[in-house]
């Protein structure tokens, strides 16, 4: 018998990727399952990105590109970042990766001995856990309420900050909970930052475009700290390129070189024609981004009217991202006669089996009396699926 690593035993598959296959299974059998669960926008990559890529293959951009991506792609990045963000980086602390996810593990791997302890607010997305246990390190959670809108207080965080604190890491837009830091509730986390220099902060845009509340802000923009600042960033959600796989993190050289050791032994350097494809999306024309969360911003309004019709169902607004993350632990004990519902996992696996429709549960994102609903879909089907969700919430008691 083949005995693996020990390696595997220390995370677990992401639950995001686990429900999409269940749905898929369904779907195989002729059932008509309603996507909620995977973090996609619907949408096509906008023309110009295509167009683009089309050229990069008919110019034979097809060789070998540097590990780190090739220069006009870190200096769009830069140009990108000084434009959105007002942040001035060169193209020596640019890394770019096969997808944000893999810049999130260049960094977590970069940074993180055993023991080492990396605090993360919940709720968070669910591969930032799994890489700190991956790399050996000891995840340290600060419980967020929806009462303080899922972001840690100044004395939260103090109280988590130990003598072995490596790591804080965060997201906003924030996935799961939609949450948006604002440069006020960004600036009182830097000044307890100011006083732990130890602590290297993983700052994880990835959702910056699709922001319902105006202006996206950095935690990089304090400079004091801007070199203790990892951004992490990627062309899946702001642009409809997941399939693409091109992310990118902005460090200090130290940490970006770091990050280009690893990744030299993992992967090299993303796709060529990914990668020519991504200057063009950075710095061309944004129109069809707004677009696009302009249409989130419609799908948004119509899921939280459609929620506030769910009985029992405690939510937050959310102010970026395309999800709703509600308490749903009113329905933990109630049961269809045949099925009893005990906690997140139950009540997704139930929606899936009986209204047809995916989640995800809160225990992956750290909050287990939650599920995450996705608004990434046609209106017309997120209109259908709250609609067989609350028929199936009516069954139990």
């Known amino acids: 018998m083949t005995e693996l690593s020990s390696l595997l035993n220390r995370f677990s598959e992401p639950e995001t990727l686990k429900m999409a296959k269940l749905g898929r299974e369904l779907r195989a059998k002729g059932i008509d399952v309603i996507d909620l669960s995977l973090g996609e926008p619907d949408f096509d990559t906008p023309q110009h990105i295509k167009d683009a890529a089309i050229k990069a293959i008919n110019d034979n951009w097809s060789h070998y590109t540097p590990v780190s991506g090739f220069l006009d792609l870190r200096e769009a990045v830069c140009t990108k970042l000084k434009r959105d963000n007002n942040l001035d980086y060169a193209p020596e602390n640019i890394v770019t990766s096969t997808g944000a996810k893999q810049s999130l593990a260049n960094a977590i791997l970069a940074l993180v001995d055993e023991g080492d302890e990396v605090i993360i607010p919940t709720p968070y997305w669910v591969t930032y856990s799994e890489l700190v246990k991956i790399a050996r390190g000891k995840v340290v959670e600060i419980r967020t309420s929806v009462e303080n809108g899922f972001k840690p207080t100044v004395a939260e965080l103090e109280v988590a900050i130990t003598p072995k604190s490596k790591v804080f890491m965060f997201s906003s837009p ?68 997941t399939g693409w796989r091109l992310g990118y993190i902005a460090a200090n050289t130290t940490i970006a070189k770091a990050c280009e050791k690893l990744q030299g032994q993992f992967t090299s350097g993303t796709c060529s024609i990914a990668q020519k494809a991504g200057v063009a999306a950075l710095t061309g024309d944004l129109r069809p981004s707004l677009e696009m969360t302009e249409e989130f911003t419609k799908r948004r309004t119509k899921t939280l009217e459609l929620v506030k019709d769910m009985p029992g169902f405690k939510c937050f607004e959310p102010q970026g991202a395309f999800y709703v993350f509600p308490d749903v632990s009113y329905y933990y004990g109630k049961s269809n006669g045949t ?24 225990d992956a994102f750290g909050e287990p009396n939650c599920v995450r609903f996705s608004f990434a879909n046609s209106m017309p089907n997120i209109e259908k699926a709250w609609a067989r969700i609350k028929e199936a919430l009516a069954k139990l008691s």
Do not use: W
Not at 184 to 203: D, G, N, Y
Not at 232 to 239: E, H, P, R
Not at 341 to 360: G, R
């Open 174 to 241: 924030c996935n799961p909970s939609g949450a948006v830091y604002s440069k006020a509730e960004l600036e009182a986390l830097v000044e307890v930052f100011r006083k732990h220099p130890q602590i290297t902060i993983l700052s994880d845009e990835i959702y910056e475009y699709i922001n319902f509340e105006g202006a996206h802000e950095s935690i990089a923009q304090f400079a004091d700290i801007k070199d203790r600042v990892v951004v992490i960033n990627g062309l899946s959600k702001g642009f409809a390129m």
């Open 339 to 362: 099925e009893t519902i005990s906690n997140a996992a139950d009540f997704s696996m139930y929606l899936l089996n009986t209204a047809h429709v995916s989640s995800v549960m809160g």
